[in-house]
């Protein structure tokens, strides 16, 4: 399974961004899939998670600013990423679920996108 993630770049504080992932194989759409970021020097953190059926979840950071959504049909999440932060600059990661569930541990996930960077500046 291959993910490609895009959407990623250069914005100011209080500009907003929307991350597209497309995962390569049909049968992931019946997957969680979520969105962890990578902030230089810190470790992976949890951003959101959907479920095969829509149910969303969302770090406390982001929950308000951020909507993760999907398009089972064309295998694709999105992350819609509002009022963005410098705290927010990061590598962006999407990830597909072993289960049909998200999941905010990434133990949960067994396949990875190669990441797009995010960078808002202040």
């Known amino acids: 399974v291959q993910l490609q993630a895009s959407g990623g770049g250069l914005v100011q504080a209080g500009g907003s961004l929307r991350l597209s992932c497309t995962a390569s194989?049909?049968?992931?759409?019946?997957?969680?899939m979520g969105w962890f970021r990578q902030a230089p020097g810190k470790e992976r953190d949890f951003v959101a998670a959907?479920?095969?059926?829509?149910?969303?979840t969302y770090s406390e950071t982001v929950k308000g600013r951020f909507t993760i959504s999907r398009d089972r049909a064309k295998n694709m999440v999105y992350l819609q990423m509002n009022s963005l932060q410098p705290d927010d600059t990061a590598i962006y990661y999407c990830?597909?679920?072993?289960?049909?569930?998200?999941?905010?541990?990434?133990?949960?996930?067994?396949?990875w996108g190669q990441g797009t960077l995010v960078t808002v500046s202040s």
């Open positions: 990830a597909v679920a072993r289960s049909a569930y998200g999941s905010s541990n990434s133990r949960s996930y067994n396949y």
């Open positions: 194989r049909r049968t992931d759409s019946n997957n969680g």
């Open positions: 959907i479920a095969w059926n829509g149910d969303a």
